[in-house]
């Protein structure tokens, strides 16, 4: 066989090759072509002894490079067969439709993300704006601009988690966990002008030992309206027609004078306990007076206003300020804030 015809020999195999279908018409051409016995290229490797030396490189050369040719066609062929066999076997797999299916598991959200959502959204209904606030706070805007300077006893009710200063333990600016979400009041005021009214729902801080109704980190939302002419019935009327939407006519109302450094009248929400409803006086959630505690509240103190730069006889404003848990305890029945926060998907899953 000379050289031209070992190109055409590999040309044929390598077309051949390509059309087989099936492994073994795959290996019935390889024997075809390179078996050693009556392979068509065997033939021409034995033929290379018996040629003169001089013809000897170039012939080889040839027989090599057919060979070459012919082992890369087998091969790829052989490649593209695996994957098609491959291929039928999933798209078979896929039509087996008496596999059971595989159990999908949706999220969903956390209780207290489900409440700090349904507050926004009861507010948005009332005009009020969410927005959000930083959770490390300076001291000025957690308690001084409060009207809560260095050493009034306010600040002993809100042991709370001082932090190193990242710029620089200044002593002059201390910071903290915020308390609570009140420091958002001013923030607002000093970008804003009247009419305002937002809501600030965040995570807060205290150093407190824990408790059926109490935790060190908890979550708050806050209410500020500013505008002329607000007064104490506004906040009344807020604050019932945002209790009728959180529950509906099931829980009792209880709103009576409280104290707080930063409004003037200040005044306490609490709802009728919703585990004994007020006849269990060992009740672990309401501590046995029936009630629990969800919000202080209060028209804005003229010093604040002036802090911030508002005349307060023109303009007045009420605020209050909630805990979120206490909320969801109230919503969904949950007898211990704990809970919320032990993250076992036995006790979450079923909100
Ligand atoms: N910040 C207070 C607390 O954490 C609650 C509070 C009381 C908020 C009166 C207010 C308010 O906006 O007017 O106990």
């Given at each position: 066989m000379a050289g031209d015809d070992l190109k055409k020999l590999a040309d044929r195999a390598v077309a051949d090759i390509a059309a087989v279908k099936d492994v073994d018409a795959l290996e019935a051409a390889r024997v075809r072509y390179l078996g050693r016995r009556e392979g068509a290229l065997s033939e021409a490797t034995k033929r290379i002894a018996t040629l003169p030396a001089k013809e000897k490189p170039a012939y080889s050369a040839a027989v090599n490079e057919a060979k070459a040719r012919i082992e890369a066609a087998l091969d790829e062929r052989a490649a593209a067969l695996r994957e098609a066999a491959l291929g039928r076997e999933l798209a078979a797999e896929r039509e087996d439709m008496t596999l059971p299916p595989r159990r999908v598991r949706v999220g969903r959200l956390h209780p207290i993300s489900q409440t700090v959502r349904e507050v926004s959204r009861i507010c948005a209904t009332l005009g009020f704006e969410t927005i959000e606030g930083p959770e490390i706070e300076w001291d000025y805007y957690n308690f001084e601009a409060l009207?809560?300077?260095?050493?009034?006893?306010?600040?002993e009710k809100w042991q709370t988690l001082w932090i190193s200063n990242?710029?620089?333990?200044?002593p002059s600016r201390p910071m903290l966990?915020?308390?609570?979400?009140?420091p958002m009041q001013i923030r607002v005021m000093e970008k804003r002008r009247p009419p305002i009214r937002v809501v600030i729902p965040g995570r807060c801080y205290r150093y407190e030992a824990t408790d059926a109704i109490r935790e060190s980190i908890f979550f708050q939302y806050e209410g500020l309206a500013i505008d002329e002419k607000l007064t104490m019935a506004d906040l009344k009327g807020v604050l019932y027609s945002f209790a009728r939407q959180v529950f509906g006519g099931d829980r009792k109302v209880r709103f009576r004078p409280d104290y707080f450094p930063f409004t003037e009248p200040s005044a306490e929400i609490a709802f009728s306990c919703m585990i004994c409803e007020g006849r269990?006086?060992?009740?672990?959630?309401?501590?046995?007076?029936?009630?629990i505690e969800a919000a202080g509240c209060g028209m804005v103190h003229p010093d604040v206003l002036r802090r911030v730069g508002y005349d307060p006889s023109r303009y007045q404003g009420f605020a209050w300020g909630g805990g979120i848990e206490r909320l969801a305890m109230l919503r969904t029945?949950?007898?211990?804030?704990?809970l919320f926060y032990q993250n076992d998907l036995r006790f979450l899953e079923q909100f």
């Open positions: 009207n809560i300077p260095p050493g009034h006893p306010a600040r990242p710029l620089g333990d200044d966990g915020r308390t609570h979400t009140s269990d006086p060992e009740c672990h959630t309401c501590g046995g007076d029936g009630w029945g949950a007898p211990d804030i704990r």
